[in-house]
């Protein structure tokens, strides 16, 4: 079965620059667009960023736009999420996703298929 298994979040301070990963087995990333996506407690999911199957096309968040970049590494079927000057209010749980709709610019959770399990990520003042 498909699995997107992320990892790189823990406690961090702000203004720290994490990197999470989402490494996918029995999926090529290079098939699909790729997202993160974020969820707080008390708050809905929302949309963090995405990358086009291509790699040649980013949309983030404008919560996010100028500090955090997504990106692929399509040889080991990784996608990262650089986070610099990290705020308070990032602090969720980050999920990866894949969406095989190849429409990067649709930020919908519900047209990703497939998700991680999820890491946290809590940023102390």
């Known amino acids: 079965q498909v699995q997107l298994v992320e990892s790189g979040g823990g406690l961090v301070q702000a203004g720290d620059s994490p990197r999470l990963s989402c490494a996918a087995s029995r999926l090529t990333v290079s098939d699909y667009v790729m997202g993160w996506f974020r969820q707080a407690p008390g708050k809905e999911r929302e949309f963090v960023a995405a990358?086009?199957?291509?790699?040649?096309?980013?949309v983030y968040a404008d919560s996010v736009k100028g500090r955090f970049t997504i990106s692929r590494d399509n040889a080991k079927n990784t996608v990262y999420l650089q986070m610099n000057s990290l705020k308070f209010e990032d602090t969720a749980v980050y999920y990866c996703a894949a969406s095989s709709a190849r429409i990067v610019g649709d930020t919908r959770w519900n047209r990703y298929d497939y998700w991680g399990q999820g890491t946290q990520v809590t940023v102390s003042l």
């Open positions: 990358i086009s199957w291509s790699g040649g096309r980013t």
